[in-house]
């Protein structure tokens, strides 16, 4: 099993952080590189469109609003990997800071360990990115 994992802080409370990021459809709003995304089965299947046109879908598995977390797993994907789980978090660390978690563990299918976890790291790295622009970075 392979994993990856990426973390941001901002100077903001984590319950703001996590009105942006918590929506399990929200990912449009903040992540540059998804353009669309439309729930399916009562809220808990998102069917996501990037910016290159390719298509995700993603189950979510948890959902802790008062922890500000939730998990999900890839149904389909363009990824090499198998057994994806990922995890996004808003953790507070300060009245006005928190930092921002994305971290998931996969197994690989046709590359390396190391390949498939640089892959995820990178889109991990790259997506909380997208949060810099609406707030500023602790």
């Known amino acids: 099993m392979a994993s990856a994992s990426a973390s941001i802080e901002l100077a903001v409370p984590a319950d703001v952080a996590w009105r942006r990021i918590g929506g399990f459809d929200a990912l449009p709003d903040w992540l540059p590189f998804i353009t669309r995304s439309v729930l399916s089965e009562g ?4 069917h996501l469109t990037t910016a ?4 995700i879908v993603e189950r979510l598995m948890t959902y802790d609003e008062a922890g500000r977390s939730y998990s999900y797993h890839i149904l389909e994907a363009p990824f090499p990997q198998t057994a994806y789980l990922s995890t996004l978090r808003a953790v507070p660390i300060g009245p006005e800071r928190c930092r921002v978690d994305w971290l998931g563990g996969f197994s690989p299918e046709g590359v390396s360990e190391a390949e ?7 889109i991990y790295e790259q997506g909380l990115q997208g949060l810099v622009p609406q707030f500023p970075v602790a």
């Open 116 to 122: 498939i976890s640089q892959l995820f790291e990178g």
């Open 52 to 55: 290159d046109g390719a298509t």
């Open 43 to 46: 809220g808990r299947v998102r």
